[in-house]
């Protein structure tokens, strides 16, 4: 099984990285005495943050970003609260690459340091 799916296709697991991260949005913080006020909003909201491949081929990695072209995408990812997968509406963070090979028209052929971020868009997909 995959560790991430997009749009239902599934991701090679990174080899570096993803921190698996849950945020809790509140709708106050500390009064003057600093005690905590607010409560919770809404649910958690999850980030696949820092998933980086060390090397991958040209061709995997455009079709990696190609699934990002609508922005918005369906991700299935770890959930570390529940033990299990979420399903899940995100968007990409920053995508970078080092080409580090070259075919003879000049296109990469290879990348080093593949890294992108999943962001939660609030909405359970």
């Not at 921190?19 to 949005?25: D, F």
């Not at 006020?37 to 990696?64: P, T």
């Not at 899940?88 to 593949?114: K, Q, V």
Request: hydrophobic share 45%; aromatic share 10%; glycine share 8%.
């Amino acid at each position: 099984m995959a560790v991430i799916t997009i749009n239902g296709k599934e991701f090679p697991a990174p080899d570096i990285g993803m921190n698996l991260l849950v945020a809790t949005n509140v709708s106050d913080g500390k009064n003057a005495s600093g005690e905590f006020i607010g409560q919770k909003v809404g649910r958690d909201q999850y980030k696949a943050d820092g998933l980086q491949w060390k090397f991958l081929d040209a061709a995997v990695w455009s079709a990696m970003l190609q699934e990002f072209a609508q922005f918005v995408v369906i991700a299935k990812i770890p959930d570390m609260v529940h033990n299990r997968f979420i399903t899940i509406r995100m968007y990409p963070g920053n995508r970078t690459a080092t080409p580090i090979e070259f075919a003879p028209d000049g296109l990469p052929t290879r990348y080093r340091d593949c890294k992108v971020n999943l962001i939660d868009c609030g909405v359970i997909a």
